[in-house]
């Protein structure tokens, strides 16, 4: 995968009288993901459905889906086939149903559902990222600013520049950088080159992020 939805999209969709209302959004975490189904199930409380699928972390590893109550199959499974067939991660999709009166039938809300997500899709677009490797880089506090900005101008020699995704302070600063997986080895001769050697980067974890 390849692909993250953009900043996130509201869409309303009518069929034979139910509305489906679809929510898209970007999220990094499984409680963030959680957190988006429950703040609609609270929005929208006197709707009887809120379906939902969501896609998380590197290759789409983490994938869930919920049907909330319609048949089994006609609603997460449909919303989350739609959420692959765009290649996407790092997203959670809510579908809302008011019932209409008119009874859609098993095929007849798999292709709701599965439409309601894939309009979303095409108002939220989406993003190009690429898996990176989130780096340790330890430093004592009086080298921190010079070594941080360092860091946030260094290009290595593919052409990738290195992302400063933050900083932590302990007992020393913990800058954290983003690199793409193929280039952690650049980055680390980058290091040895820019402090004789002191500096190492440390693995801590892998996410996508924008390209």
């Known amino acids: 995968m390849d692909a993250a939805p953009g900043a996130g999209a509201d869409v309303e969709l009518e069929i034979k009288r139910s509305r489906f209302l679809t929510r898209i959004r970007r999220v990094a975490t499984e409680d963030e993901a959680r ?3 429950e703040a609609r199930r609270s929005q929208y409380f006197d709707a009887r459905h809120h379906c939902s699928a969501f896609i998380l972390g590197p290759d789409g ?3 869930r889906s919920s049907d909330d109550g319609e048949p ?15 290649d996407l991660t790092d997203v959670v999709a809510v579908v809302t149903r008011y019932f209409g009166g008119i009874k859609l ?7 709701a ?10 108002a939220v677009g989406t993003r190009t990222v690429t898996l990176s490797q989130i780096l340790r880089v ?10 941080e900005d ?6 290595l020699p593919s052409g990738t520049p290195v992302q400063v995704d933050g900083v932590d302070w302990t007992d020393r600063a913990h800058i954290r950088v983003a690199v793409p997986s193929s280039s952690v080895a650049e980055l680390d ?8 050697g002191s500096l190492t980067a440390v693995p801590v974890d892998e996410r996508w992020v924008d390209c």
């Open 61 to 63: 590893r983490t994938a």
């Open 150 to 155: 360092q860091l946030r101008g260094l290009v």
């Open 138 to 147: 330890d430093v004592d506090f009086a080298l921190a600013g010079a070594v």
């Open 113 to 122: 559902y599965t439409d309601a997500v894939s309009q979303a899709m095409t």
């Open 189 to 196: 001769v980058a290091l040895a080159s820019l402090s004789a």
């Open 72 to 86: 089994a199959g006609t609603a997460g499974i449909p919303m989350l086939t739609a959420l692959q067939r765009n």
């Open 105 to 111: 039938g098993a095929g007849g809300l798999v292709r």
């Open 35 to 37: 957190a988006v189904i």
